[in-house]
């Protein structure tokens, strides 16, 4: 595990670069709004998201640069949503990532932009990306429809919307399921069919690196619940116990935290019999994230 460990930081690192790049290619924009997107960008994180892009392409034989500018994509968006999510009206949170949320820095009025500036570019990257790359036409388009469904109304935002209008609320743990499928999920699996689909992947591979996502998506949001009830905050980078505090359904709250481990437990087994099942698929680093995903203590 300690060797999967440093291959992950050197996958984080290659991210990391590749977006400093990214952000020095950036023109006319205002300074202030740009310093205010990089600010939350490169923040750090764990890049699960655009690590997950990698590691599915490297799976099915693609190359790592081919990938990553469209693994950049992905990041973006997710710190998009990082800095709505953390917003006032939203959960109102003043620490991600160990430092203060954009909004506590910039303002309030400057991070709703800046997430805005970010979702934009990233869809921008997607088409310049793709234009550079190998991707067939029609594939690219099939990509971006996929990616404004997964982060958009019917995905993540979604989410976000149920999880808000959950709060001081008791919904059931089939109704909290979804909600985590859309606000955590989602991404995380067009991360994964993204990576599979820059590769060519057949539809027999398609579907098992599906299944695998859905799985470790819900798995990981599991985790954050059972982190913010017994993690340490300076590994996590955020308070403990906000959930609780804002009178948000968890897992942990419905189940438990023994049964709540169970629950992940078990997702974690499925997601690597999916891969295990398709013997085409070189999925040792896959299967070896799973390991490490419900090992974190960030």
Not at 169 to 195: A, M, N, P, Q, Y
Request: aromatic fraction near 6%.
């Amino acid at each position: 595990m300690n060797d999967f460990k440093l291959y992950l930081k050197e996958k984080e690192e290659v991210v990391h670069r590749a977006l400093e790049e990214s952000v020095a290619q950036w023109c006319d924009i205002p300074d202030s709004l740009k310093e205010a997107m990089a600010y939350s960008l490169l923040g750090g994180g764990k890049r699960l998201r655009p690590i997950l892009v990698l590691l599915a392409c490297e799976a099915l034989g693609g190359e790592e640069k081919e990938a990553l500018p469209f693994a950049c994509v992905v990041e973006m968006i997710h710190t998009y949503s990082l800095i709505h999510d953390d917003l006032p009206a939203m959960d109102d949170d003043d620490v991600r990532r160990g430092r203060p949320t954009n909004h506590k820095v910039y303002g309030e009025w400057m991070a709703i932009l800046a997430g805005d500036a970010l979702l934009t570019k990233a869809f921008g990257q997607f088409a310049s990306a793709s234009r550079a790359s190998s991707l067939a036409p029609e594939v690219a388009l099939e990509l971006i429809e996929k990616m404004s469904v997964s982060v958009g109304a019917e995905g993540m935002v979604a989410g976000q919307v149920r999880d808000i209008q959950s709060e001081n609320k008791e919904i059931t743990l089939s109704e909290l399921e979804t909600i985590h499928h859309r606000k955590t999920g989602d991404l995380i699996s067009f991360s994964v069919c993204l990576g599979a689909q820059l590769a060519g992947a057949n539809k027999s591979q398609l579907y098992a690196l599906k299944e695998y996502a859905v799985r470790i998506g819900l798995a990981f949001q599991i985790q954050d619940d059972i982190l913010d009830v017994i993690g340490d905050q300076e590994k996590i980078g955020k308070p403990v116990g906000s959930d609780e505090a804002k009178h948000k359904s968890t897992v942990t709250g419905l189940m438990g935290l023994e049964q709540a481990r169970i629950w992940m437990e078990r997702l974690a087994r499925e997601a690597k019999t999916a891969l295990q099942n398709e013997p085409s698929i070189k999925a040792t680093p896959l299967l070896q994230l799973v390991d490490y995903l419900m090992q974190r203590d960030r």
